[in-house]
């Protein structure tokens, strides 16, 4: 399913004007008073492309982490069902 081209294209299609805007935000926002760098949400997330173009464009200077939210990922590592996507891999990493 990912490696489908048309999709994939589509994909990208839609994370551009996002991409674009959030650019956009990121410049216009001053970095004074302290303030850190940001950590984007990516809502809907599902396979995650707007996310890892956004991982690939932005600057880490200007972001600290963005998070991916889907409704198939589980509430808690022990509560998966087939419908979920499976997180397994991210155990060490976050320490589960």
């Known amino acids: 399913r990912i490696a489908k081209k048309r999709r994939l294209l589509k994909e990208?299609?839609?994370?551009?004007?996002?991409?674009?805007?959030?650019?956009e935000?990121?410049?216009?926002?001053?970095?004074?008073?302290g303030r850190g760098r940001m950590t984007v949400v990516d809502l809907c997330?599902?396979?995650?492309?707007?996310?890892m173009l956004l991982s690939d464009i932005l600057s880490p200077e200007h972001v600290q982490r963005i998070v991916l939210v889907d409704h198939a990922f589980p509430l808690s590592p022990g509560a998966l069902s087939p419908r979920n996507i499976n997180p397994e891999h991210l155990a060490p990493a976050l320490g589960w």
Not at 45 to 51: I, K, N, Q, T, V
């Open 12 to 23: 990208v299609a839609e994370a551009l004007p996002i991409i674009a805007e959030l650019q």
């Open 25 to 33: 935000y990121i410049a216009a926002t001053p970095r004074a008073c």
């Open 45 to 51: 997330s599902g396979f995650g492309y707007l996310s």
